[in-house]
């Protein structure tokens, strides 16, 4: 093959727009990433990682796969990896079915014809508009026990107050809620858009046959928004299960509402030894088992023959 017919060369415009893409991403993506499987691998710290600044040489050392087995035992001293993996399962389930459910609802009354539907949509998007620390920081305010509006409308209905952010399982609770309220915009959105996709010509056959509203939905709503619902689920629990900031931010270190990616920012960032390497463990754990729902997902989705 000459060298002018080559691919390069017929799409050297394509190529050249792509090349700062993908050296952009090889250094701010591929190259961490190495890097964290590779200090996965050592028994890295703070007191051992190379210190330019102080002239010190590195002195960790290559310990194989022991930092994975260590966490995979689900010892309390390497983070209970099954324990909070099944934390993390239920928070992003709990969440992504909310989303779902919410967003479905409301976007299935946004895409009727009704009077203000365009301030609606506005007031709806707004959560997702607002930064997500400000949001964080205004239901840690609302949530508070001593002081928080939520807590005085209950002791105003007779009902007594809630440690809603305390060592229990109502600060999970309350994570979720406030995860759904950030969450549910943007899930509302982008079936809106799926359902202004489905042709009113099915919905009007069905009608005429007779078809009531729930079988309506059943059979022309929701298969028409596959491809949409598998897109926006797929997305949706990758954002969830990786959704640091809520959690941090309203709960901070609490027991009760630690999933796998805030142990992987305690294990960095905190404690007296920073643990570079459990850390790291963690981050490539996180990232095989998205990788392992993403396949799954694709191949729930592919017998379908749907794509995303």
């Given amino acids: 093959m000459r060298l002018r017919d080559s691919p390069l060369v017929r799409h050297r415009f394509a190529v050249a727009m792509v090349l700062p893409v993908v050296g952009v991403l090889a250094v701010l993506v591929v190259l961490p990433l190495v890097q964290g499987v590779y200090f996965s691998l050592t028994d890295v710290d703070d ?19 022991a930092n994975y087995a260590h966490v995979l ?8 990896f099954w ?7 239920i928070w992003t389930a709990a969440c992504v079915c909310c989303h779902y459910a919410i967003g479905l609802a409301l976007a299935m009354l946004l895409n009727r014809h009704v009077r203000g539907r365009g ?32 807590n005085a409308l209950l002791a105003a209905l007779g009902l007594p107050g809630q440690v809603w952010l305390g060592q229990s399982d109502l ?37 005429v046959d007779g078809a009531s509203p729930w079988q309506r939905f059943v059979h022309v709503t ?15 629990v990758i954002w969830t299960f990786n959704m640091f900031p809520v959690i941090y931010l309203v709960t901070g270190d609490n027991p009760h509402t ?14 007296a030894t920073r ?4 850390a790291s463990t963690y981050g490539v754990l996180i990232l095989s088992v998205l990788l392992v729902f993403a396949a799954l997902h694709r191949a729930a989705t592919s017998r379908r023959g749907e794509e995303w």
């Fill in 275 to 278: 643990d570079y390497a459990l």
């Fill in 222 to 236: 929701l298969p028409g928004l596959r491809p949409v619902s598998a897109t926006v689920v797929l997305l949706g």
């Fill in 171 to 207: 600060a999970l609770l309350s994570v979720i809620a406030v995860n759904v309220w950030l969450g549910v915009p943007f899930m509302m959105v982008a079936l809106l858009g799926g359902l202004q996709a489905i042709p009113r010509d099915l919905h009007e056959a069905a009608e």
């Fill in 258 to 271: 630690r999933i796998l990616v805030t142990y992987a920012f305690e294990r960095f960032f905190s404690g």
């Fill in 119 to 150: 301030l609606y949509r506005v007031l709806l998007v707004l959560p997702w508009a607002v930064p997500v620390f400000i949001s964080a920081f205004a239901w840690k305010y609302l949530l508070n026990a001593g002081y928080g509006p939520v």
């Fill in 73 to 80: 035992s689900g010892s309390p001293a390497y983070g209970s």
């Fill in 47 to 65: 007191s051992s990682i190379a210190n330019p600044v102080l002239g010190r040489p590195a002195t960790y050392h290559f310990v194989g796969p």
């Fill in 83 to 89: 324990a909070t993996l099944g934390r993390t399962a």
